[in-house]
């Protein structure tokens, strides 16, 4: 499987600034996708974030808020904008990979998020 | 209602039990289904991984996919220790590696030495 990373691995921020979250493969991939794991709950999908195009962002996520880069096929990082309470969470990255007859996501280890 | 359904827990066993874990799911598009483990404060781990209707066994893992009941399962036999942490089912409508996963809510299992 592929080796991802995240940086930073836990953050505390002010309310009404913003945090870039990295995230790094060890392996050159197509899909990159973004998702947020609110306390006590599943993860969600924010966007979907393929190299060389615009991220394609679900129902209630929105750029704005949600800026996302792809620059290579190893690298993407998503920014939390105008943070507020409500945005702390643990959002992660995955990677869409293939190997053999499974075909699926791996996901990083994720950013903690915490906003006072 | 929601798209997937899981029993969030707790659950509790004593070292060596067979687990059980179960989720329903409303749409009938999905076609890939997938286990994660999380432990604490770490992203999820991919446990197991099938397509369509059937079984699929790993070691002391099978996962079980009834599409006619829109029904999954993943048993774990003599379970151990390690294995506490929470168990996410995931599924896809196309291949996963390119489609958004929806994931159940968890079920946190502890197994007690």
């Known amino acids: 499987s592929a080796v991802i990373s995240q940086k930073p691995s836990r953050d505390i921020c002010q309310r009404g600034t913003s945090l870039t979250i990295q995230c790094q493969v060890d392996s050159q991939v197509t899909m990159m996708f973004w998702y947020r794991q609110q306390p006590g709950q599943s993860l969600t999908l924010i966007a979907t974030a393929n190299q060389g195009s615009e991220a394609t962002y679900e129902s209630g996520f929105v750029i704005d808020k949600f800026p996302i880069s792809r620059p290579n096929l190893t690298f993407s990082t998503l920014t939390v904008s105008n943070l507020s309470p409500e945005d702390s969470s643990i959002y992660l990255c995955?990677?869409?990979?293939?190997?053999?007859?499974?075909?699926?996501?791996?996901f990083g280890p994720g950013t903690r998020l915490t906003v006072l | 209602q929601k798209e997937v359904e899981q029993d969030p827990g707790p659950l509790s066993v004593p070292e060596g039990a067979i687990v059980s874990l179960n989720c329903t799911y409303s749409n009938s598009a999905f076609q890939y289904f997938m286990w994660y483990r999380q432990y604490s404060r770490k992203g999820p781990e991919l446990l197991m991984y099938t397509y369509s209707s059937g079984n699929k066994e790993d070691g002391r893992f099978t996962a079980q996919v009834d599409k006619s009941s829109k029904y999954i399962s993943l048993f774990i036999r003599d379970s151990q220790p390690s294995d506490s942490a929470t168990y996410l089912c995931?599924?896809?409508?196309?291949?996963?590696?390119?489609?958004?996963?929806?994931f159940g809510p968890g079920t946190s299992l502890s197994v007690i030495p």
């Open positions: 995931a599924m896809s409508r196309v291949k996963t590696s390119y489609d958004k996963v929806i």
């Open positions: 995955s990677v869409g990979f293939v190997r053999g007859s499974t075909d699926t996501q791996y």
